[in-house]
Structures are given as structure tokens and as C-alpha cells.
Nanobody, 125 residues
Framework: QVQLVESGGGLVQAGGSLRLSCAAS????????MGWFRQAPGKEREFVAA????????YYAESVKGRFTISRDDAKTTVYLQMNSLMPEDTALYVC??????????????????WGQGTQVTVSS
């Protein structure tokens, strides 16, 4: 059974930084696209960032481009999300996910088969 465990969330002032981690277990890590999504109260889950199996190709939501960086360490089976210049509108539950298929391409939530429980990020103004 695939398990994803996020950590690193917390309360931070606007302009601050946080680094989220997501440790994966239960299947081979390296062939799968990994993604971060977030969900704020009363809003739908939205895509934040994803990183392909190679680690060289990354995608970001427009709202976080230039501020967030996704990375992965296949040896540690962990994906990271470095978040800088945080804004109050970044407040959400951040959830890590792994793609359904090895070498899968889509970024819709339906393309991701396993999800973590999430880590809360709260940005105060």
C-alpha cells in the first residue's frame, strides 16, 4: 500500500518561507510524477506543482511561479516544496500525491492515485 506523509507546515508571517516534505513508501518511487495540491476552506482542491520522474521537468500553477520550487530526492523517496514570499492567499491544506501510472503525464487530481493527509500552512498578514 502506497503511503504519503507530509510535514513542514505551520504558521508563518507574510513574506516568510516554509519547506514542505512528503515521504513516500509502498512502491518504487522513481518512475512516478509527484505533485502538490492545496485546498483552502470552502474552495476546491487546486494544483500547485508537479515534478516528473526525471526530476528535470517541473510544472507550477501561475499563482506560485517564481515563489515555490518543487524538488525530489529519489534516494530518500521524498518530494519537497520550498515556498518563499508566502502570502495570506497561500493559506491552505497542502497535500502530496503520486501519479496513478508510471511515467504518467496528466496534472488533473484524477490522474493522481494516492494522496497524503496533508499539512496545514497558515500565512498571517
Amino acid at each position: 500500500q502506497v503511503q504519503l506523509v507530509e510535514s513542514g507546515g505551520g504558521l508563518v508571517q507574510a513574506g516568510g518561507s516554509l519547506r514542505l516534505s512528503c515521504a513516500a513508501s509502498g512502491r518504487t518511487f522513481s518512475p512516478y510524477t509527484m505533485g502538490w495540491f492545496r485546498q483552502a476552506p470552502g474552495k476546491e482542491r487546486e494544483f500547485v506543482a508537479a515534478i516528473r520522474w526525471s526530476g528535470r521537468i517541473k510544472y507550477y500553477a501561475e499563482s506560485v511561479k517564481g515563489r515555490f520550487t518543487i524538488s525530489r530526492d529519489d534516494a530518500k523517496t521524498t518530494v519537497y516544496l520550498q515556498m518563499n514570499s508566502l502570502m495570506p492567499e497561500d493559506t491552505a491544506l497542502y497535500v502530496c500525491a503520486t501519479h496513478r501510472a508510471a511515467y504518467g503525464l496528466g496534472f488533473d487530481p484524477a490522474d493522481f492515485g494516492f494522496w497524503g493527509q496533508g499539512t496545514q500552512v497558515t500565512v498571517s498578514s
